[in-house]
């Protein structure tokens, strides 16, 4: 049988919860602004707005999934498993020699906690303290310490007190069987992404680069000819016209190669093949530069 305590989470997820509707409804918003409206600036400050939270969109979904899922199991055969994204531990009950809470817990170690960009696990190294297993969402009152034979974990279940009493008497009664010690702690992917500066750089570059050229395009529309060219002869001269609205279609496409690309990308530095996705991630970003002067060059021949 298990007694699951998922973790200290309510006010997080109101927070995520709310800021992805905000980010829905300005997507929505400004997809609507763009199309029931002809183009222009305002639909181009809409259109950088929808590209922005598309772009913030997945982190935030990713975050609410790990925060429901986020937990901490007691199992009457004697174990304790800590549930916290894909970083999992199996601790049998009788390593655990002490439960800490309050002010015997170090201000100083609750200060170096992981925060919001770590998605709140993590080693927490302070001098003079021992190494913490950080795996709370919470920095506050709520935190427990678990201070086993080999290390400390810090927790954070929503019923702190509820918590700490199961365990006390779970360990009392003692172990129903053996249980081998489990330590699964993956990296973070989004966290070595977002403080690996090429990678970072060469995924915001593309991103921004294509947004910002669907603006541009967006806010100049009202000054094209009706008659703008798009195909060209041997000569160079003008061999097709059609309306500049037609123009949209250059960031439209290079925003669908660009999601392709960072999903590819992605995929291949969780495989260990990181030349692979800075390759993938560099094609977005001179993608953008290339549809910048196909653009420019577009709009000059009048």
Same mark, same amino acid.
């Given at each position: ?32 602004? !763009?199309?029931?409206? +002809?183009? $222009? %600036?305002? *639909?181009? #400050? ?5 590209? @922005?939270?598309?772009?913030? =969109? ?94 400390? !974990?810090?927790?954070? +279940?929503? $019923? %702190?007190? *509820?918590? #700490? ?5 779970? @360990?009392?009664?003692?172990? =129903? ?126």
């Amino acid at each position: 049988m298990l007694t699951r305590f998922p973790a200290a989470r309510t006010r997080l997820l109101i927070i995520h919860v709310l800021l992805g509707i905000f980010l829905w409804g300005t997507i929505g918003a400004a997809g609507w602004r !763009l199309l029931a409206f +002809p183009p $222009d %600036p305002v *639909g181009a #400050a809409g259109l950088i707005l929808a590209a @922005s939270g598309l772009f913030l =969109l997945p982190p935030i979904l990713y975050r609410i999934i790990f925060l429901l899922n986020a937990g901490y199991e007691i199992s009457e055969s004697g174990s304790l498993t800590l549930r916290f994204g894909s970083w999992r531990e199996i601790l049998p009950v009788e390593e655990i020699e002490e439960i800490r809470s309050g002010g015997r817990i170090s201000s100083a170690v609750r200060a170096a906690a992981p925060g919001w960009l770590e998605m709140w696990h993590g080693k927490v190294a302070v001098e003079g303290e021992a190494t913490v297993d950080w795996l709370a969402t919470d920095r506050g009152q709520g935190v427990l310490l678990l201070v086993t034979k080999h290390r400390h !974990l810090a927790i954070s +279940p929503a $019923d %702190p007190a *509820g918590f #700490a009493t199961c365990l006390t008497e779970l @360990s009392a009664r003692g172990s =129903l069987e053996k249980t081998e010690p489990v330590s699964i702690q993956p990296p973070s992917i989004l966290v070595e992404i977002l403080k690996n500066p090429p990678a970072l750089s060469l995924l915001l570059g593309g991103s921004i680069g294509i947004a910002a050229l669907g603006s541009f395009l967006t806010a100049i529309q009202p000054s094209l000819p009706p008659d703008q060219p798009f195909r060209f002869d041997l000569a160079g001269e003008p061999a097709s016209f059609g309306d500049p609205s037609r123009l949209l279609i250059l960031p439209l496409a290079g925003g669908f190669i660009w999601l392709l690309n960072a999903i590819l990308g992605w995929w291949a530095w969780r495989n260990g093949q990181r030349p692979s996705a800075y390759a993938l991630w560099a094609v977005s970003f001179i993608l953008a530069i290339g549809l910048w002067a196909s653009g420019i060059s577009l709009i000059s021949i009048n």
